[in-house]
């Protein structure tokens, strides 16, 4: 039995918690790692790079940082039929969003280099200005989940 975890604003994380619906994240600045599946092959690109992005499960992290916070940025992605704005939208909206896990206090960058064993499926997809990410686009085989993620598992 799979038990939800909700955010609470007002309560530390000592563990990330994940959200499936946007209405359950709190409006408050904070860091995200979407999951989204692709059910199709999809050709995405970055700047002057692209790939085809086969079928599966995929991480993107990006950070909330404007009004509504983490609940209006998530409640964006999830929402299908927007106008494509950043790299993301092209998985948003050719893939369904299953949820996310959230952090108030770690950065879109720490949880990349949390997810660092997987696989980079396309160099600088939502991290043209990040010194730091090769990519905050993670691909997630099945079967290999990163540690943090285990107790969490879809
Ligand atoms: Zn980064």
Same mark, same amino acid.
Request: net charge negative; proline share 6%; aromatic share 6%.
């Given at each position: 039995m799979r038990r939800s975890a909700r955010a609470e604003p007002d309560q530390s994380f000592s563990a990330l918690a994940?959200?499936?619906? +946007?209405? &359950?994240?709190?409006?408050?600045?904070?860091?995200?790692?979407l999951l989204i599946a692709l059910s199709h092959p999809l050709e995405a690109?970055?700047?002057r790079r692209a790939a085809t992005l086969a079928p599966g499960l995929y991480l993107y992290c990006g950070s909330a940082k404007g009004p509504g916070g983490l609940r209006a940025r998530l409640g964006r992605h999830m929402r299908q039929g927007k106008r494509r704005r950043w790299h993301i939208?092209?998985?948003?909206? +050719?893939? &369904?969003?299953?949820g996310a896990w959230i952090s108030l206090e770690k950065g879109e960058c720490d949880l990349v280099a949390a997810l660092s064993a997987l696989p980079v499926p396309l160099e600088g997809f939502g991290?043209?200005?990040c010194p730091r990410c090769r990519s905050h686009l993670l691909f997630w085989p099945r079967g290999d989940a990163p540690a943090f993620l285990a107790a969490q598992k879809c």
């Open positions: 994940f959200i499936r619906a +946007a209405s &359950e994240a709190p409006a408050t600045p904070g860091a995200y790692a690109s970055a700047g939208d092209q998985l948003t909206e +050719a893939g &369904e969003s299953l991290s043209s200005d």
